[in-house]
């Protein structure tokens, strides 16, 4: 593959900033001339961690979805509204096998089965109500560091957007998705 | 693209069982299901939204024209204004008679609803703010609304144009977006932070009872009420705009639910009270507060909130953190319960705090992607751009709940 993509995306943010930009009259057109140059510059950060950053959300949300399962298949508390969505957590695991290889899948698929995890997690979140007190308390402390793991993750994913206050402490999202060359898939 | 679940499906392109199910599920206020409930039914129209404003200045000449009855009324010079991340604005010169006989040009603007925007809104309710608000705090006089876009093909509003500072000179190596962490420099703050305590206090002081606010609805005192409204309108705007389903968020409204605070008395809330959304003269005085789109019955917390979110404000000289870019917390906080007589109360500020950062995941990481997603903003580009303010707020979100929690 040649030139890599992000040779394309360098050429263009180079061509807007240093002919199409000097050149603009208009300040609104200044102004979306200068988002595009900025997202270009973005996406030639990140555009070759994409599918790694999926595959490692895939391999956390199995992990996650599967504790969350086993806790609640162990307790005898759970209420039926509850087992339910453990029962679609079943049904997507057919799909995209915990142990599959799914490096080996294409990106759509990945992320089409992360964004069903997503929604089945999201389930098990609107739940807590309805579970007994000590439940609920152990299905928080097994989010805990999940939650952590997400915020840490996004956080360094955008951090080079300049929305962040915090930027210089965030980690550079290299260095959350790989370890010792692999990517990181220990748990959170 | 792809709508990889049913969820994904039904919101770009939902079915109107899908739409009464999300009606039913949040409690929100009638205006703003009104526009809510639109916006959803717009949806399913194929249309992207057009950048060509060349048959603008027809269609305003002849609203004009009716509005006025004047015919040889003339709307000339319309430009386009940067900024306006929510709705597109244009200035334009308008010759008419104010006064029988009385002939002028005044320089105008429009405010008017892209095809689906970052935050859905009603602009007869922001009509009757600004109206309501006018004489008692500094706001651009409104002078005519198309509330459906019937005429000028989007909802709109015509305002005066007022001439000001909303975003001092920046420091060179400052590249931030207006109203983000802004600088002001010491002799700025001084004049100005005072003066921004004291319309804050003034908003929350107004009596809307004796004012037309029509498109408002009042809640209970002493209830949650004025609550659970606003939180059933950032949620659902989470549920119908989100393109991908996210645990904090879940892990924030289902806390924000449970630890609901009663609001005595409901005030009028302005709803995003925060530098960028003021505008000071050369002589250093606040001569308008814009953006009241958001405006509200409810505590007067979620202002207080707003406005010292650390996200929006900047530092001083030594790295200081300062509400609103003008003084720090503790001096903001002060001066507002002397301002006002009304006492803070931290527990609550810490929840508004919280309602601060879910809202801004709503706006920048849902409903901003949702619209570029679909093509249907004046500012596809930078609405996929707002997404990395999405995820700060989400990861301050995240780290708040942690503390509540802990």
Redesign the interface.
Known sequence: MSPEIEQFLSGMKKTIEEVVMPNLT???A???AG??A??LG?LGLIQDKAFHYELLENQEYKRILTDVCELLNNTFSAPESIVETTSKVTEHFVTDKVDDPTHLRPY?FI??SN??M??L??EF??Q??EMSAELRAAF?AL??P???S???R??S??KA?????EAEQQADIADLLYKDGFLNTDKP | M?N??P??AERAQPSEQWIEQIRARYPVEKAIDEVFTRKLHNRLKPVEHTMDFSKLQERLQRFLKDETGQADIKAENLK????GASKEQFTFDLTWQPKPGKQETQHLMIRMDPTESIVETHRLRECQVLRAMSGEVPVPQVLWIDPLGEKLGHPALIANFLEGTVQPEQPEDS???SG??MYFNPELRASLSQQFVDILAKIHSIDGSTKDLSTFDIPQSNSTQANEWAIGLWERAWNEDTL?????M??AV?WLK?NMPEVGEPVIVHGDYRTGNFMYTDDLEINAIFDWELAYYGDYHDDLAWASL??FGGSDEEGKPLSSSLMPQEDFLARYERASGNKVDMEKLFYFHVFSYYKIAVIAAATSVRVAYSRRTH?D??M??????G??A??EL??M??EA?S
């Open positions: 208009d300040r609104f200044q102004e979306q988002i595009v900025a997202s973005f759509k992320r089409g964004e069903v997503k929604e997690l999201c979140i609107q807590q109500p928080e989010m805990k999940f939650f952590k997400i915020e840490l996004e956080r994913w955008v957007l300049g929305f962040d206050p | 792809n990889y679940t969820n994904l386009r204004l940067p900024g590249e931030k977006m983000i962490g991908s389903a996210h645990p904090v879940e892990r289902l449970e650390s996200l500012l580009a930078m996929n751009f707002a997404s990395g303010l995820s700060v989400i990861s995240n780290r709940l942690d929690t």
